[in-house]
């Protein structure tokens, strides 16, 4: 029961963290979508030796 309570006590608490940081942050939302631009290498599938997209060794 106490295990419950401390779990439930630390979702609140994260809730309440990530309230925070929304009010403090009203650009929030323009960062969020400016994070991945299609020239970002991370947005892209990954690529193989032959430039083609890849999802790894295939079995």
Do not use: H
């Amino acid at each position: 029961m106490a295990k419950q309570d401390r779990e439930r006590d630390q979702e609140l608490a994260d809730q309440k963290r990530r309230e925070q940081e929304l009010e403090g942050s009203p650009e929030w939302a323009d960062r969020a979508a400016s994070a991945r631009t299609p020239e970002d290498p991370r947005a892209v599938a990954p690529r193989d030796a032959g430039g083609r997209p890849s999802n790894g060794r295939q079995f």
